[in-house]
């Protein structure tokens, strides 16, 4: 039998610098501390993109206007004390409109701005380093 793979739902937060470059926020887990995008569990009553809005201000604090078009999707394992469960992240870009210097997990996680390639060198999945190597051209 095959496992199940669970769906979440995840933004790119972005921005563009007073010099046109493309930055993108990402997050550190709560658990290993490594780079991460803001992600979680489909919402009831919720469109996808809407859902990944709600993570971003959550987990990273970022304000914005997300996509109604999906950027890709990635694998990963999320960890629980009991298991790893495959999850598969379709990923919305979200234009960040302002920071918040408070949110809810402001405690527990780092935010920190990084170009498209460093944001690739930074997060451990492969589908996610592509998805930000190609940022630019989808937006």
Do not use: H
């Amino acid at each position: 039998m095959g496992s199940k793979t669970y769906k979440q739902f995840g933004a790119v937060p972005y921005r563009r610098t007073e010099t046109g470059e493309l930055e993108v926020l990402l997050i550190t887990s709560r658990e290993t501390g490594r780079w991460v995008i803001p992600k979680g569990w489909p919402m009831r009553g919720r469109a996808p993109q809407k859902a990944a809005a709600i993570e971003a201000y959550e987990e990273a604090g970022a304000l914005g206007k997300p996509s109604k078009a999906a950027l890709g999707t990635y694998s990963y394992g999320k960890r629980t004390k009991t298991e790893t469960k495959p999850c598969e992240v379709t990923v919305y870009p979200l234009f960040v409109e302002k920071l918040v210097d408070r949110w809810p997990e402001s405690d527990e996680r780092r935010r920190e701005w990084f170009d498209p390639a460093a944001a690739a060198e930074r997060v451990d999945e492969p589908e996610l380093r592509s998805i930000f190597l190609n940022l630019d051209s989808a937006l």
